[in-house]
């Protein structure tokens, strides 16, 4: 069986770092809840298959071990249209500015209920699949995991700006030290709802659009996930750590460190810094252990214990970076900051879906260059979706065949022409690595690889 192929966690005890199976460890996608109660919800008789999407340039895949983009782990399965509605005619400003980004939200949830109707039909009813034994067993496939950065994690939940997708907290409870309540699909169902009872969204649609930003909603009336098989959006988003980590790091705390005492003094020594800022020391560093500890590919519950415990000494000591007399540190005097509130729910994302490292969209972003700057590089520029999509179902034929011709292969061959996949097993049935001429054949094909251009 190749090493990194997922297999059913069924058959699959979970696992932990200790012979007392107290501190239970999370990894890939099979040692996350999530899968567990997909399972449980569908019987031993039956696989589940988790669909793991994300956005950028939108794809579809069961996971592989790295999640890397050269291992293909990822297809193409729609490009959304992005329309700016410059034409939309609108009564006043506030209308001018609200429009577009709302008529966007509702074309991209109406294009992904056609896109994904197979989706929910293949978590309803079971087909039959051969397996990597040749076992023919019955699967349902459910959506499991998005992989997508913060504003797109609110147009896909339909929730407004700064909502958190994870709990209820609205934009004034960003900044609270601890969450709200869990958030569930149901809930936002609940408050659409509520707001269409108001105002039909066919007929009234500016007034609906009001109606929903009371409501921190986004103006979307069907969420394509509406009717998604035991799926809750709020559990599927994944908290991401390239934007959601990284990125808010460089943006917020590192800049408001700076702001506190000046370039000069971070150039000069940090053992500089007055005693006023230890508390600032002691937020940045507990960040940062946060940080180090997401980007692991995997994690126990003592590690996630200490994330809680380095976010609440984050909060602790972040009164540090608010402006005073003497200091910089933030303008305004709230942290009412979607990332930060985003630290919160980490721990309850691992524990659904295994570690953060699978689902940052780093994986997306390069795709995004792969399957769309480099396709759209590859047409004349006319009518180019359709050559688009031509040039990369050739790519991935291209990359099937070079994958066949791997099975072929002994495998001092392929480590000597640079295949790293290790995914691809010799078949001693198959070619007999003592004939010359079978060898011979398979170098050939080897010597062709070279020239094909394969992403
Ligand atoms: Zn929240």
Known sequence: MPEDVLINPKDVPLSFSDSEGLNRVYGEINTGDAWHYYQSVIGPEETVNPAILASDAT????????????????????????????KTQSENTTQAKTFPGCLKARLIHACLKIVLKTLKDAGRT?????????????????????????????????LGGNSCTTCEAETDDLGDSSPCQPCQAKYILKKIAQVKMKFNPSTQLWDFIKECQNHQLGGVDEPFWDDLPYTDICKVICHDTLHGLHKAFKDHTAQWNINCITPFEIDNRISKISVQSRAAIRATRAELDFIYHAGWKSLGDDDLQRMEDFNKVFHENKHAFVKTGQHGGREQSHFKIPKVHARHHYREN????????????????????????????????????????????????????????DGFLPQDTKEEHGDTSGTQQVDDHMVDLEDKTEYSMTDSLVQSKKIVPVI
């Open 59 to 86: 794809h579809v895949t069961n996971f592989s071990g790295d999640g890397k983009p050269n291992r293909h782990a990822f297809l193409l399965l729609c490009y959304l249209p992005v329309c700016k509605f410059g």
């Open 126 to 158: 079971a087909v039959p699949m051969v397996n990597f034994c040749g076992e023919e067993q019955m699967n349902r496939v459910f959506l499991s995991a998005w992989i997508a950065d913060k504003e797109e994690q609110n147009l896909l939940a339909a």
């Open 350 to 405: 691992i524990l659904l879906l295994g570690a953060p490292y699978n689902y940052s969209t780093e994986i997306s972003e390069h795709y995004h260059i792969e399957i769309a700057k480099k396709a759209y590089k590859a047409t004349n520029q006319k009518d180019y979706v359709k050559q688009m999509l031509v040039w990369l179902t050739r790519q991935e034929k291209i990359y099937l065949r070079d994958q066949e011709f």
